[in-house]
């Protein structure tokens, strides 16, 4: 049995060592947190459940292709999952435009909303339609997919969409509640494609959430990694990975611990990792994407709310707008507000959390990162962010006046701290209009038995990538011990009986 040892316990780490140990192989994980799951986790205070992550989680439709991977890392399986009214929510001039999970009664609002839009919003379904049916997640039960002559068709439109940017799409329209809810949920530099991707995964109910949410899900993730044999070793910070000639034969953990293994996969921010714990050079393509002017990373701070009313004017996600002299604590100066209403265990009865998101392009990022090395000023800006935050909300939302308590305030330093980022960043690159970045390998050029496994390869990242990208580096691994133990090439993975306890729920 060779040992497969993995720097890293978040979800691309998880994953890795899930399909190894399904391949017949031996795997531990190293984990600098107290907690596996990385940046998939929240945290209690205060008798409130704070949510970090998942609020869409592609692949939650059993007709598409990641639902087979959520399974069989034990993400899904017979866990309920929720899917609100609605995912996002914005506001103008007292008129609101939500991006229901039933494309027909967004399309609908639409028109309503402004006729002399019609032409756009018309084309714009279409093209959230064709995506869903290249994706098998169309039609009345959201499990069919077109034929190949209405893919070709779809093309033309689909090309048209990628030529846009976000900001540009929300141009062709009239009406300024359309153009604010165009740029809301991915903001106005993104390419337009990506938001036609969230609209047919969201209204194709193949972006619901796991009940539970994050913490669950990675507890979910870790025990099946454990309870197939898996060895997760959290506490323990990788220091440097030990090389002879082009190979790697130990890791040095904080302490003085010293792991070895026959193959060793990095399944954390590869900016964090190389030159560091890695003594070799990022991998050229990633390095490379790092400096391509077309890709942007990104980070948010966030601040969480105790509320002292059990019904809540909103639901889902519901974009608004700072205060005008803190318009530039945030990119766009706006926040997201999420509720969590769906989750009675996240708040005391009768009560609510609500939870804000504010992106921040790099530089402010940094900026903030770099604040935190002066506890008394990061401090304070903390105390300014909340501040702004509730002010924000009780303009948009006066019935919450005098509601609030805060309860918490967290910021690219926070995922910097325990997850190791650079700047806090925790997706992997974004991208604008004309571009489809090219993924990279597993490979790390020189170092024979070191793999990537990580959602830095594939931009845009987030968690379906993460997980498919541990998936990727442990065939990879399989294949590689077995040429170095002389057996058959060949992955036991792709053989390896698929959802094996739960296989009937799956048509
Ligand atoms: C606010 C927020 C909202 C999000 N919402 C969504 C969403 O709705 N849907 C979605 O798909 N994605 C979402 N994401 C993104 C998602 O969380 C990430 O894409 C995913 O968790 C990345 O997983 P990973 O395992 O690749 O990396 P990470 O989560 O960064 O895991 C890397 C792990 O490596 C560990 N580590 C680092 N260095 C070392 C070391 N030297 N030794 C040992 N361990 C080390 C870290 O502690 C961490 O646990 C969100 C993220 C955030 C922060």
Not at 225 to 248: D, H, P, Q, Y
Not at 419 to 424: K, N, Y
Request: charged share 25%; proline share 5%; with cysteine.
């Amino acid at each position: 049995m060779a040992k497969i040892l993995i720097i890293g316990g978040g979800v691309s780490g998880l994953s890795c060592g899930i399909y190894a140990l399904l391949a017949g192989h031996s795997a531990v994980i190293v984990e600098k947190n107290a907690f596996p799951g990385g940046n998939l986790t929240g945290w209690d205070r205060r008798g409130f459940h704070i949510d970090n992550c998942v609020h869409w989680l592609c692949g939650t439709n059993p007709a598409s292709e990641m639902y087979g991977v959520w399974r069989e890392l034990g993400a899904l399986g017979d866990i309920p999952v929720h899917i609100g009214e609605s995912l996002f929510t914005c506001e103008y001039e007292g008129k609101r435009l939500s991006l229901y999970s039933d494309i027909e009664r967004l399309r609908r609002d639409m028109l309503a909303l402004s006729p002399e839009d019609r032409r756009e919003t018309e084309k714009l379904i279409r093209a959230v339609r064709a995506v869903q049916g290249f994706c098998g997640i169309a039609g009345e039960g959201h499990n069919e997919s077109s034929g190949p002559a209405a893919r070709a068709a779809a093309l033309p439109l689909l090309f048209r969409y990628y030529r846009l940017t976000a900001g540009e799409l929300a141009e062709k329209f009239k009406s300024p509640l359309i153009r604010r809810f165009l740029t809301s949920f991915l903001t106005e530099k993104f390419g337009s494609l990506g938001l036609i991707f969230v609209m047919s995964d969201f209204c194709g109910h193949n972006a619901g959430v796991p009940r539970g949410g994050s913490t669950a899900m990675a507890e979910r993730i870790a025990s099946r990694f454990e309870s197939l044999g898996g060895i997760l070793l959290t506490g323990r910070e990788a220091e440097k990975l030990k090389l002879k000639g082009n190979r790697a034969v130990s890791l040095m953990l904080g302490g003085g611990e010293e792991l070895s293994a026959d193959a060793f996969v990095l399944a954390a921010d590869p900016a964090a990792l190389f030159g560091k714990v890695i003594p070799a050079p990022m991998p050229a393509q990633i390095a490379r994407m790092t400096e391509d002017r077309r890709l942007f990373r990104f980070s948010s701070w966030h601040c969480a709310f105790e509320c002292g009313s059990e019904k809540l004017p909103f639901s889902g996600d519901f974009v608004i707008d700072l205060p005008e002299n803190h318009r530039s604590f945030a990119a766009f100066g706006r926040i997201a507000l999420r509720e969590f209403s769906h989750e009675p265990g996240f708040a005391p009865p009768g009560k609510n959390i609500i939870q804000t998101l504010a992106f921040l392009d790099e530089a402010e990022a940094r900026k903030l990162t770099a604040l935190a090395a002066d506890e008394e000023q990061y401090k304070k800006k903390k105390t300014e962010l909340a501040e702004a935050a509730a002010e924000a909300i009780e303009k948009a939302l006066p019935v919450l006046a005098g509601k609030l308590g805060a309860a918490d305030v967290w910021t690219p330093a926070t995922y910097s701290r325990y997850f190791g980022s650079e700047f806090g960043s925790y997706m992997s690159f974004a991208f604008s209009s004309r571009f489809l970045p090219r993924p990279a390998g597993c490979a790390v050029k020189g170092l024979s038995n070191v793999l990537l496994a990580t959602q830095w390869q594939q931009p845009p990242g987030g968690l379906p990538i993460a997980a498919s990208a541990g998936k990727r580096a442990a065939e990879r691994a399989d294949e590689l011990l077995r040429r170095m133990s002389g057996a058959d090439v060949g992955s036991k993975i792709a053989k390896a009986k698929l959802y094996p306890t739960e296989s009937a729920n799956i048509s």
